[in-house]
């Protein structure tokens, strides 16, 4: 079961910054991984796909980079709407595992 | 518009059984393999279970092989989680979860998700 691994595990900024959450692989997961949002109370949203590819709907903002084990999702610019819990996922084997998570809290 | 409607969930004590279904509209349902994700409060989220668009094809986390079964009816635009020998660890909300977004390489990724039902395991 390949393992990831999400640094920070909180990240504190105030709007207009930019945000850079990191997510490490065990093993390598090639560009299969997934970018999820998720609000509270709310169901996970998809941000990005095959590592750099935005989801339909998606702001230009958001953007990802990475292959093989080490993977970044980059907020050019929080708008309040962003401070979220942002989860990585694993696609490329069975178990889709995902990463414990990335809290962007208001500063 | 694609729609998830999760039911079923409730409390159970350890050592019980529960199904949750989850209701399907807005697209083809037989053309799309179907997982459930879970989430206990306040913790990440883990794949629990995907079935293949004609349920020939089923796979399990490894907390949860064994005690859980995935299917689905697809007349009847149905996907159902069957879990067995609860334990307290399982207590999460379960989610329906649609693999959708497909890429040119044929890598499909979870596009759109249910709302959750909550499965509480305590005596």
């Known amino acids: 079961e390949i393992v990831l691994t999400q640094s920070p595990a909180t990240l504190s900024l105030s709007p207009g910054e930019r945000a850079t959450l990191s997510c490490r692989a065990s093993?390598?997961?090639?560009?299969?991984l997934a970018w999820f949002q998720q609000k509270p109370g709310q169901a996970p949203r998809l941000l990005i796909y095959?590592?750099?590819n935005r989801a339909t709907g998606i702001p230009a903002r958001f953007s990802g980079s990475g292959s093989g084990t080490d993977f970044t999702l980059t907020i050019s610019s929080l708008e309040p709407e962003d401070f979220a819990v942002y989860y990585c996922?694993?696609?490329?084997?069975?178990?889709?595992?995902f990463g414990q998570g990335t809290k962007v809290e208001i500063k | 518009e694609v729609q998830l409607v999760e039911s079923g969930g409730g409390l159970v004590q350890p050592g019980g059984s529960l199904r949750l279904s989850c209701a399907a509209s807005?697209?083809?349902?037989?053309?799309?393999?179907m997982h459930w994700v879970r989430q206990p409060p306040g913790r990440g989220l883990e794949s629990v279970s995907v079935?293949?668009?004609?349920?020939?094809?089923?796979y399990y986390g490894n907390s949860v092989k064994g005690r859980f079964t995935i299917s689905r009816d697809n007349p009847k635009n149905t996907l159902y989680l069957q879990m067995g020998s609860l334990r307290p660890e399982d207590m999460a909300v379960y989610y329906c979860v649609r693999e959708g977004l497909r890429t040119t390489d044929g890598h499909n990724y979870l596009d759109y998700w249910g709302q959750g039902t909550l499965v509480t395991v305590s005596s």
């Open positions: 996922q694993n696609r490329s084997n069975w178990p889709w595992t």
């Open positions: 079935i293949s668009g004609n349920g020939g094809s089923t």
């Open positions: 093993q390598s997961v090639s560009s299969y």
């Open positions: 807005g697209f083809t349902f037989s053309n799309y393999p």
């Open positions: 095959d590592a750099s």
